[in-house]
């Protein structure tokens, strides 16, 4: 299912497979995403970052955030990475590092780890490429939205409104090319995230304490009685 980004105004994806699937509402503007959260969030820009730095195959720590390569490091820039100095999906276009994927291969992706469970994810993105290869961005196995090619340095942000999620997964999309690279000319930056755990609690299966007292106190009743008999 394809969304729109352009509208001003949030639009709501119902995630159609799985029992366990999220309602997501999606967000083109920071602020008023931040808003529709109401309370604190925290951030990611990897401008800790002074060198290029591999994650393929492997993970790498980000701030509080874990970066999980899944695919298999090739040629040149072909790989996942903390993208600091200018190229194929190089620094973003403020001049500071991103996390890049330029030439993973179908089935190959990006996993951003949380820090604990949240409701609220959001990220700047860009995508400076001419042969319609886009990226997908999945939480578990719902897919939450794609953003197509020469989409270019805007804010995609999503709240699930009845449930949490520890990790979001960035997948390319051919959207149409005929090449076999998919991520090529992908990056994002300016992770934020966000939210309280919206999953009602499991009930408590221990007795509360005044029905312990209760229990105890008829016990030593019935020890009484028994004794006078």
Avoid at 186 to 200: H, I, L, P, Q, Y
Wanted: proline letters at 5%.
């Amino acid at each position: 299912m394809t969304l729109s980004l352009f509208s001003a105004s949030a639009t709501v994806l119902l995630a159609a497979n799985a029992a366990n699937a999220l309602t997501f509402s999606l967000f083109n503007d920071r602020a008023t995403w931040q808003a529709a959260i109401g309370g604190p969030t925290s951030t990611e820009d990897f401008n800790s970052f002074v060198s290029d730095t591999v994650f393929s195959g492997t993970s790498i720590a980000a701030g509080d955030l874990t970066l999980i390569g899944n695919d298999v490091p090739g040629p040149f820039d072909t790989s996942s990475r903390i993208a600091v100095d200018p190229g194929f999906g190089g620094n973003f276009e403020d001049g500071t590092p991103a996390v890049a994927g330029d030439g993973l291969e179908f089935g190959e992706s990006i996993v951003v780890q949380l820090p604990g469970t949240f409701s609220a994810f959001g990220f700047d993105a860009l995508n400076y490429d001419s042969d319609l290869q886009g990226l997908d961005v999945f939480v578990g196995s719902d897919l939450v939205t794609s953003f197509p090619a020469s989409f270019s340095g805007n804010f995609i942000g999503f709240i699930a409104s009845d449930g949490s999620f520890d990790q979001v997964e960035f997948r390319s999309s051919s959207q149409g090319s005929s090449i076999t690279e998919e991520f090529t000319f992908n990056s994002f930056d300016n992770v934020e995230w966000g939210g309280a755990n919206t999953v009602t609690p499991p009930t408590p299966t221990t007795p509360e304490p005044a029905a312990v007292l209760g229990f105890v106190g008829v016990s030593l009743l019935s020890q009484r009685l028994r004794k006078k008999k």
